[in-house]
């Protein structure tokens, strides 16, 4: 019974999660309320496309997939930024070559995951079966078919892991008393988003350059596209709810049309769906969710989504999630060394030890590059910190921009790179505030002074 888990949830987390943990003898309960997306489809306007990088794709290289899922990526080597006028502005990610995120489809990434974790016989994948309560005390829950919603009583469990996404049931057991003084909080944003599309060009081809993610900043809001393997782009806009330049302001298709031609009049002519497109996709929320602890003795713990969903500005949200299926399969590996049975409260304690802080850092960083991203990517002094920090990456290997430490890193956590890129960018901005270019400041000394502030904050 010690090598039984149930995972809730087959979504990014719980399929990778479910792999890992057959590849180790695991038998795996893996309940999923959708029904299977390999026979139905359910993408209905929501994240079609993600961004792919370091930390995503070693725990993706840990279960051999990592070269199947790279055929099918675009790589996305900057940001390029529309402005007003239709000028584009193209800021690498990284100034090193090869550092790249990768645009692929949440859909495709997800089938795999579930077919690889199929290939395991012990693996038993229930769809269209809803995770309702959980009893902690006697170590059941009830389960809800979503066809006929019969419900089923008291099923027993031996571990359960939550990574049934942002509206988690297994945390909501937590905070119904499952886990005496559990804290919890939810960030909605004043923002939403809605998903558009630019369809392929003739042939497949690209309408607009396929190896960027392009940004329309418009400060109070923005849009984006990640472009699709098939030549298609998915476009992303992000506003207020409510208020000027909000949701709420565009009832009809004349609303519509005048909002774009006044703030992206440059994408009109890419999208012949647009009409059909807005009114009928639904407007997400947008939220970070935060608590603690995420576990629950040896019983129940949290991942993924579940234990900190972040706004998506970062494009971390699903590799923060593989990240964790990779450190709780760590904490498994080193636990059981020498032929033990698993301890899974020592485990799951672990677990939350190490990446509680991650977790907290990354739904901070998101947060802070939403403002980056629809409005520093315009500013000029946040320009010229960019463009210094890319030619100090060119020049010396061991530096690594804010960016680079959060989606080029898979060694370090977080929250490292957190504070190490809040020094850094602190300090670049007071040497970019005296210059009026950046050519006007040598990358050597600029390298040097950076390494003196961290090495004096140790
Ligand atoms: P989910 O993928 O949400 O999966 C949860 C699963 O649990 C679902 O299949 C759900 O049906 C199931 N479930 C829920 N409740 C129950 C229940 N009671 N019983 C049984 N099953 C249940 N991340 C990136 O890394 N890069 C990006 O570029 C990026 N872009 C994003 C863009 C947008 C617009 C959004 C909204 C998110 C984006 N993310 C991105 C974040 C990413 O989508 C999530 O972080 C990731 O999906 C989390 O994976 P998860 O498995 O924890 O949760």
């Known amino acids: 019974m010690s090598n039984k888990v149930t995972i809730a949830g087959a979504g990014l987390a719980g399929s990778l999660l479910t792999v890992m943990l057959a590849e180790r003898g695991f038998e795996v309960d893996l309940i999923e309320r959708r029904p299977d997306m390999r026979k139905v489809d359910i993408s209905a306007g929501r994240s079609i496309n993600l961004a792919l990088s370091n930390r995503g794709l070693r725990a993706l290289r840990e279960v051999g997939i990592e070269e199947e899922v790279m055929k099918e990526v675009v790589p996305m080597k900057g940001r390029l930024v529309h402005d007003l006028q239709g000028n584009l502005d193209m800021q690498p990610y990284s100034g090193r070559e090869g550092n ?80 005496p003084r559990f804290s919890f909080s939810q960030q909605f944003l004043d923002h939403g988003y809605k998903e558009l599309e630019i369809p392929p060009g003739p042939g497949g081809t690209y309408r607009i350059d396929g190896e960027s993610l392009h940004i329309w900043p418009r400060h109070d809001f923005m849009m984006i596209a990640l472009p699709n393997f098939d030549g298609s782009f998915t476009v992303t806009l992000f506003q207020k709810f409510k208020g000027e330049n909000g949701f709420d302001e ?167 790179a957190k504070s190490q890129g809040e020094i850094q960018d602190k300090a670049l901005l007071e040497i970019c505030m005296w210059a009026d270019s950046v050519d006007q400041i040598n990358a050597n000394d600029a390298y040097n002074k950076l390494q003196e502030i961290l090495k004096s904050q140790q």
């Open 100 to 179: 790249v995120i990768n645009s692929v489809s949440r859909g495709g990434l997800n089938k795999l995951l579930l077919d690889k974790a199929e290939t395991y016989p012990q693996v038993n994948i229930r769809f269209n079966t809803r995770l309702d309560k959980i009893n902690y005390i006697n170590k059941t829950y009830s389960l809800r078919d979503q066809n006929d919603l019969t419900v089923v009583e008291d099923d027993p469990f031996n571990v359960l892991i939550g990574s049934d996404g942002a509206g988690s049931s297994v945390r909501l057991s937590y905070q119904l008393g499952g886990v």
């Open 250 to 416: 565009i009832w009809n298709e004349d609303q519509l049309m005048a909002f774009f031609k006044k703030d992206f009049p440059d994408l009109i002519e890419y999208m012949p769906n647009l009409v059909d497109d807005y009114f009928s996709n639904p407007t997400g929320n947008l939220a970070t969710v935060k608590c603690h602890p995420w576990n629950h003795d040896g019983d129940a713990c949290l991942i993924g989504d579940a234990a900190h969903a972040v706004v998506p500005f970062y494009g971390q949200g699903m590799n923060a999630s593989f990240e964790d299926c990779r450190v709780l399969v760590e904490k498994i590996d080193e636990n059981m060394a020498g032929g033990n049975a698993p301890d899974w409260e020592v485990i799951f304690a672990e677990f939350f030890k190490e990446r509680k802080a991650d977790g907290d850092a990354i739904g901070d960083l998101a947060i802070d590059n939403y403002m980056e991203m629809r409005s520093h990517t315009a500013n000029p002094l946040h320009k010229m910190k960019r463009e210094l920090e890319l030619k100090i990456e060119k020049e010396h290997k061991d530096f690594d921009s804010k960016y680079s430490l959060v989606t080029f890193r898979d060694d370090i956590g977080y929250s490292q």
